[in-house]
């Protein structure tokens, strides 16, 4: 059977397809990179706005167009608010609840396809070449799926269900098969990963970081998402390994106090930012990343002004800005004063141009240093090399990113990819930094 795999939405959603994927090769399915060779068409949707949604059902639908042939399956967050609604779009065979999605193999291997052709394939090597395929430089893994906070614009919880973990040995394991695998860069995610564990595992995350580092030889380990009022401050003591990613994301929100008690989020602007200064005191050069929303219900001008002072006195290197999205079912979506779109547009245009400008800031401290660059991508291009003779040359230039998460651009007619080099930081650009191989 030929399967096709695609996703919207969050790391939490790429760790998951990026699962499968290895999974379905394992099993010895064929996993195609285009819908219209696929006999199975699996899309991870995503609703954390109304954007998300949007975007999930037109992806089904253009998978449907480009191949009528083949069978639909959904699964995620918007397969898993609204499945009779997503049941309706064309050549959708199968919902698979978030609840079931980490057996989504099973589900389908124990779904009755109509489908002519459902052989298998037997040998081993093609089961390697097919995984190898997929290969890529950095791999996610999921630790923890669920949250059980109550903010009143999310519909996470809805869709994702409680808090869960998964075993540590279970997870280390996975770690070292994927190093053994290749991949230079691990990446640890979940919806909130400072809550891994139970009620039992105290300091959980920090005793699993502690075991990656200690029992596997990954190359490069970076956590995501962790909640700003969860985060152990201990854990931080862990960045003496230098395989630690200088990089941690501490969701925001809003940098006004009274937003942040409409949304329900458990600290106040002070105490962020306190986090984020015993992070920088701990590890010197840390990436601190954020999400912040605008046009929450209620945000007046003046607790907009607020929100956006505070964003840019914290320095951040990266900022992910959203307008207020209205989930239904969410305490939000019934909230009075809701913000007009015309205005919620003008304040996510101010804030993310305050954002592009700290992550230049954050960027330009490091032209002229010497980076640890992990390259992921190539793109063949052509570049004039003497002026006066028109002489023309075919270079590359690779892309990549520092372990504290700075993009970076090279030129090198050499084989980069997957690997780890030195890169001497010349220049910025508009998405990161021009860098010369050292």
Not at 85 to 108: G, S, T, Y
Not at 120 to 126: G, I, K, V
Not at 276 to 305: C, L
Not at 379 to 385: F, I, K
Request: glycine share 4%.
């Amino acid at each position: 059977m030929k399967i096709f795999l695609n996703t919207l939405g969050c790391k939490l959603n790429e760790s998951e397809l990026e699962a499968w994927t290895r999974r379905f090769a394992a099993d010895g399915y064929e996993i195609v990179n285009d819908e219209r060779d696929a006999d199975v068409c699996v899309v991870n949707t995503c609703a954390i706005t109304h954007v998300a949604a949007r975007k999930s059902r037109q992806m089904a639908r253009q998978i449907a167009r480009a191949n009528p042939n083949a069978r639909i399956v959904l699964t995620g967050c918007y397969a898993d608010v609204a499945p009779d609604e997503a049941r309706k779009l064309p050549n959708v065979a199968l919902i698979v609840p978030n609840a079931d999605k980490d057996d989504l193999p099973l589900q389908i291997s124990n779904f009755k396809f109509q489908i002519a052709d459902c052989s298998q394939f037997e040998d081993p090597n093609l089961k390697s070449e097919i995984l190898n395929l997929k290969l890529k430089t950095r791999a996610f893994v999921k630790i923890q799926d669920g949250c059980n906070m109550s903010c009143t614009y999310c519909i996470i919880p809805t869709a994702r269900g409680k808090e869960r973990s998964r075993a540590r040995a279970e997870i280390v394991a996975e770690v070292k098969s994927l190093v053994d695998a290749g991949y230079q860069e691990i990446i640890l995610t979940g919806v909130q990963i400072s809550v891994y564990g139970d009620a039992n595992w105290k300091f959980a995350l920090r005793d699993l970081v502690a075991a990656i580092l200690a029992e596997t030889n990954v190359p490069r380990l970076r956590l995501t998402s962790i909640a700003p009022w969860d985060l152990d401050l201990q854990l931080l003591d862990l960045w003496r390994d230098a395989r630690l990613c200088r990089h941690l994301h501490l969701s925001l929100q809003s940098g006004s106090d009274a937003i942040l008690r409409a949304m329900r989020r458990p600290y106040s602007t002070a105490q962020f930012a306190r986090v984020v200064e015993s992070a920088r005191a701990k590890i010197p050069d840390v990436a601190i990343t954020t999400d912040v929303i605008v046009g929450f219900p209620g945000e007046s001008d003046a607790e907009f002004e607020q929100s956006r002072a505070f964003v840019e006195a914290m320095q951040f290197s990266r900022v992910h800005v959203f307008p207020y999205s209205i989930r239904t079912g969410t305490p939000a979506a019934t909230m009075q004063n809701q913000v007009a779109d015309a205005v919620k547009e003008s304040r996510a245009k101010q804030m993310q141009t305050h954002a592009d400008a700290s992550a230049r800031a954050f960027a330009q401290k490091f032209v002229g240093r010497t980076m640890d660059v992990l390259w992921e991508s190539v793109n063949s291009q052509q570049s004039t090399v003497n002026s006066e003779q028109s002489t023309v040359n075919s270079q590359q230039m690779w892309a990549g990113y520092t372990d504290n998460y700075i993009r970076v651009h090279a030129d090198s007619d050499a084989n980069l990819a997957n690997r780890i080099t030195r890169a001497r930081i010349i220049t910025i650009n508009g998405d990161g930094v021009n860098a010369v191989i050292a």
